[in-house]
């Protein structure tokens, strides 16, 4: 896997496309690599060595009454416990939304969730969660909602730059270690 600088030369889909915008729009500086599809997090833990980059889980959520998505970023290594996170929130007990909302909300496909999709939740729709061992992480490696290529994003530019322009902000969350 070869670490490339800025935009592919090809083009690629829609959605995807919007995210290299984006980032020229702010100016972030970003390293790219291109791969197989890659929707498990063992893969995944194979791009995080190439990218030099934290590669999250992220789990798309919702509550038992369905009235409120999230966004659960969280270091490789760690497990969902709903318990624990709903506790933290306030929230009745969380469980994964449907590949429906996953789509309507964020136009991202299960194995491609990033926190970048929240920039075509243009509604607010979907509350960001993360875990807060991640601010630890000088880097993010992220998805550019398509799981055959993967971004290596400085963390503080997510924060800075990214999640304010698209309009959204984390809630920080303490993930136990699994």
Do not use: W
């Amino acid at each position: 896997m070869e670490l490339k600088q800025g935009r592919p030369q090809e083009k690629r889909i829609s959605k995807e496309e919007r995210v290299y915008d984006l980032l020229e729009k702010l100016y972030i500086d970003y390293q790219r690599i291109d791969h197989e599809k890659a929707d498990t997090m063992e893969i995944c833990l194979e791009i995080e060595k190439s990218l030099q980059a934290t590669i999250c889980k992220n789990l798309f959520l919702v509550n038992s009454n369905k009235s409120q998505y999230y966004l659960l970023m969280l270091k490789g290594h760690k497990k969902f416990k709903t318990k624990n996170i709903s506790k933290q929130i306030n929230s009745s007990r969380l469980s994964f939304g449907s590949d429906e909302k996953m789509h309507e909300y964020l136009d991202i496909t299960p194995g491609s969730v990033s926190v970048l999709g929240l920039m075509n939740d243009v509604k607010n729709n979907v509350q960001l969660l993360m875990d807060q061992d991640l601010l630890e992480d000088e880097y993010l490696g992220c998805h550019p909602c398509i799981n055959t290529s993967s971004l290596k994003i400085k963390m503080k530019d997510v924060f800075d730059k990214i999640l304010p322009t698209i309009n959204h902000q984390a809630i920080f969350v303490e993930v136990q270690d699994g």
